[in-house]
């Protein structure tokens, strides 16, 4: 099947949002269409499928289709179709001794990207379908138009977003509350990470002061959240935001040897912005994949939760604020979950076997919104299959140190903090 | 099997309750290891500075090897329950085969026995009994060397011996000895403790051997700020954390991760590709790979009589042998992430024409990456190992200048007339040791390790100048 008809049929399955399972079958078939096209249409991907041994058609079960290592996005341009034929590049971050290590998503089709990031994104963060300004601790998509993340919120923020004072419409100065970070251009609350400059602490300061009456929504990366509590603790900044208010947080699983705890930095994130543990969500995603998880938290709150009224301790976020409602703590029991067009399998890191359920593995996506480059992709990170979804454990360290011999990942580490 | 009681104590010190805690980090075997408070770590320090002072300093340095040969031979006899103890302990801590464990104990504990120490000594003093009082020196001076009073030696990583070779070198030169093992390298001090407190207590006394997880708690930091001389094994990261708290009075001596190369000249690859093959295999899985001596990049000359692609058939072949008779040892996950990454890789650039992958598949980590037009760069080790061809030796040369700081061991063959001018090229690159790919893995005790004699860089020198004229 030519790429225009995927490109329509996968449309049509994102508008009908999250909410529905996608049947195994149904999800097999087109699986199995994504994978024939992007053997025929992507040179890179046929020659590792040759050198697997596998042939496209006679692949049956989408576990079978071969998964590609998340690295060789920094190996080899990985698109389906014509090599020039792409609306955007996302680049991963990272570069060392001038040497190319930042992998590179070409991406053929923006609109496969923005359908379906924003129905998985509503669902998670937005459950009640209620606009809200969305404050960002990133640089804008202008301003870093090669990042995944920062083109994701800027999408998010003009779908959802508002102004400060809850205004829908926004496009004057108000929609970037940034102090000139952000670009104006209807973002909704706005960006306040300057890729050079860092953190636009006055504009964050100002945004949040001025937030309410109604709920905002702040997302980020773990890394701009620890800068900020860094600064707010040492200062003595704290707020409390309206009721209803939420964080989004992410990519803060580069390595378990970040030196915050997940529920250290959930307590501090509860300590200074005033909200329940259960209003934080961790969203994990990638470059190399165009769709994300996210904790279903909230999402199961402004399903079920609404009525209930089981709001203990939200009003003391210190003490046991550090549970939100539904026993959505910020430690153990959270689990991911990506959106029906994406699969996830467990694998045994030395075999590439699947592992049985709640065993450690290495994560493996099939993301059929991929489908401009390659929908099955092996990722470095670990986690466990739970009912419902997978629990992250981490981004693997590589070959951490066990001799004197230099390690590849802990010479890159290295490199990065003594720089 | 019962936990590893991983320290060894002077028996004069004595444990209290709740010094000693589990830990169980599966799938390393359970342990049990000390905690102990600021001042119980001062006093442990304290007593062995003494026992230094009022023994160790006035024992000659004969009596020393003794003891350590003692142990060494006790290691080595089949059936003492030294080395079995030893031997039960040493892989599952360290996380590597049974098969290998038992061959690096064999080459490591060779290395502790008294002929072996004696060459250590003789070739880094002319005259060795300038460890025990004032020799003649030159220009009618009379010398005497002698090492710190207590060296606190942190350990790393699992590669089982290197901190007893660390101890052993301290005891040679009158140092006291606080020893933190690293994880996997736990067993070897402990038992080598134990075995010199049954040979020669009174040596013993002067010997303290602690592991305990992490360097953070204070412990390490305190045992830098209270020792004479810090020996380091270690990556760039924890040298810095140890350069930082490094008092400015303290001497220190850093062994730092490295990254050991190999180069097959065309004149190794005749009707002796297929040895050179093995020996070159064999280098790279001892210690799996984890050794700073071990080879990460295996550069290979074009024009021989076997092209570099068909020797990497051949080395994969060699890896795939000694699964059987030097099996690999356990893969970590993030390990075994990284592996499969890299396996990934390189089946990508081989169904794309550019180069090619063996590996052992799901039952063995080993994998060899041919890669043409590749770069030096570190492996993610456990036996995995990038052969590079080039048309010239020259053209590796001049890859492994950007690593400068992390080269030290050098495997060569099949160099013909070129070994000098190769030889004189590496040095100024920085590389302390060039041997054949045979002998890669295991330098003598007497080799100048990362450049420095072992033993003089232990010690200081006491003058005593003639009288004026």
């Known amino acids: 099947m030519s790429f225009l008809r995927l490109r329509e049929e996968l449309l049509a399955l994102f508008s009908l949002g999250v909410a529905e399972p996608f049947p195994e079958p149904a999800f097999n078939e087109l699986a199995l269409q994504v994978l024939r096209f992007q053997a025929e249409a992507n040179p890179a991907y046929r020659g590792f499928m040759a050198r697997r041994g596998v042939e496209a058609d006679a692949v049956s079960r989408w576990e079978d289709i071969p998964f590609l290592p998340a690295r060789a996005f920094k190996s080899v341009a990985l698109v389906s179709g014509d090599p020039g034929d792409f609306e955007r590049v996302f680049r991963t971050s990272g570069t060392t001794r001038g040497r190319q290590m930042r992998g590179e998503h070409f991406v053929r089709d923006l609109a496969l990207y923005r359908e379906s990031l924003l129905p998985n994104f509503q669902a998670h963060l937005l459950p009640e379908g209620v606009p809200m300004p969305i404050l960002c601790l990133l640089p804008s998509p202008d301003a870093l138009p090669d990042s995944s993340l920062s083109f994701m919120m800027g999408e998010v923020a003009r779908a959802f977003g508002t102004g400060l004072d809850g205004a829908v419409d926004m496009d004057g100065p108000m929609a970037c509350g940034g102090g000139g970070v952000g670009s104006a251009g209807g973002y909704g609350g706005g960006f306040f990470v300057h890729p050079e400059h860092g953190l636009d602490i006055r504009g964050f300061r100002e945004a949040l002061a001025k937030a309410g009456p109604g709920p905002v929504l702040l997302a980020g990366t773990a890394f701009a959240f620890v800068q900020w509590l860094e600064l707010a603790e040492e200062e003595g900044w704290r707020v409390s935001l309206p009721e209803g208010s939420r964080v989004m947080e992410t990519g803060g699983y580069k390595g378990r040897t970040r030196a915050l705890s997940r529920e250290d930095f959930y307590r501090r994130l509860i300590g200074a912005f005033g909200i329940p543990g259960g209003h934080i969500v961790n969203e994990y995603g990638m470059t190399e994949l165009l769709s994300q998880f996210y904790e279903p938290v909230l999402a199961r709150e402004g399903r079920d939760g609404e009525s209930s009224g089981e709001g203990e301790g939200e009003s003391d976020p210190g003490a046991q604020g550090i549970r939100g409602r539904n026993g959505a703590g910020v430690g153990t029991g959270r689990f991911h979950r990506g959106p029906p067009w994406v699969r996830t399998r467990v694998l045994d890191p030395r075999t590439l076997e699947e592992v049985p359920e709640g065993e450690l593995g290495l994560l493996a996506h099939l993301d059929l919104a991929n489908l401009g480059s390659v929908a099955g992709i092996l990722t470095e990170d670990l986690g466990r299959r739970v009912p419902g979804g997978f629990q992250l454990v981490g981004r693997s360290r590589g070959a951490e140190p066990r001799g004197c011999s230099l390690a590849l990942e802990a010479f890159l580490a290295a490199l990065e903090e003594g720089s | 099997m019962n936990p590893l009681r991983a320290w060894r104590f002077p028996p004069e010190f004595p444990l209290a309750d709740g010094d000693i805690v589990s830990l169980h980090d599966p799938p390393a075997p359970p342990l049990e290891h000390p905690v102990l408070a600021e001042d119980r770590l001062r006093d442990l320090m304290a007593m062995l500075r003494t026992a230094r002072d009022e023994l160790l300093v006035d024992l000659p340095v004969e009596r020393v090897v003794r003891a350590v040969d003692r142990v060494a031979c006790r290691l080595l006899d089949p059936g003492d329950e030294l080395r079995k103890r030893a031997l039960e302990e040493l892989g599952p801590h360290a996380g590597l085969s049974d098969p290998m464990a038992e061959t690096i104990l064999d080459r490591m504990a060779f290395d502790w026995t008294r002929e072996r120490l004696l060459g250590l000594l003789t070739s880094e003093f002319p005259d060795p009994q300038v460890l025990d009082g004032f020799r003649p020196g030159t220009r009618g001076c009379m010398v005497r060397a002698l090492g710190f009073p207590l060296t606190f030696h942190l350990g790393s990583g699992t590669v089982p011996g290197v901190s007893v070779t660390s101890l052993v070198r301290a005891l040679l030169v009158k140092s006291a000895v606080l020893l933190k093992p690293g994880r996997g390298d736990v067993t070897l001090p402990v038992v080598f403790a134990s075995g010199l407190h049954e040979e020669d207590p009174d040596l013993a006394r002067s010997v303290a051997v602690a592991y305990w997880p992490g360097r953070e708690g204070g412990q390490v930091e305190s045992a830098v700020r209270k020792a004479d001389l810090v020996v380091v094994y270690g990556g760039d990261d924890t040298v810095r954390w140890v350069r930082e708290r490094l008092p400015p009075a303290t001497s220190l001596r850093v062994y730092r991760h490295r990254l050991g ?209």
């Not at chain 2, 790279?284 to 071990?294: K, T």
């Open chain 2, 261 to 469: 190369v190999g180069l097959v000249g065309r004149g190794g690859l005749g009707g002796d590709a297929p040895s050179t093959a093995r020996e070159a295999a064999r280098a790279v899985a001892l210690f799996d790979q984890r050794g700073c001596v071990s080879p990460h990049v295996l550069f290979v000359e074009e024009g021989g009589a076997t092209d570099p692609g068909g020797w990497a058939g051949l080395l994969a072949g060699a890896l795939q042998e000694l699964e059987e008779t030097l099996p690999s040892g356990h893969l970590t996950e993030d390990e075994g992430a990284l592996l499969q990454q890299l396996r990934g890789l390189g089946e990508l650039e081989e169904g794309t024409g550019r180069g090619a992958v063996y590996h052992g598949g799901p039952r063995a980590p080993w994998t060899v990456l041919f890669t043409p037009g590749g770069r030096l760069e570190p492996s993610c080790l456990n036996r995995t190992v990038r052969v590079i061809p080039v048309g010239d030796l020259a053209e590796a040369l001049a890859d492994m200048e950007a690593w400068r700081p992390y080269l030290q061991t050098v495997g060569v063959v099949g160099l013909g007339g070129r070994k000098e001018e190769v030889a004189e090229a590496l040095t100024r690159l920085g590389v302390s040791r060039i041997t054949s790919l045979k002998a890669l893995p295991w330098p003598p005790p007497w080799w100048h390790h990362d450049g420095e004699g072992p033993l003089r860089a232990l010690v200081r020198w006491t003058d005593v100048e003639p009288a004026g004229p």
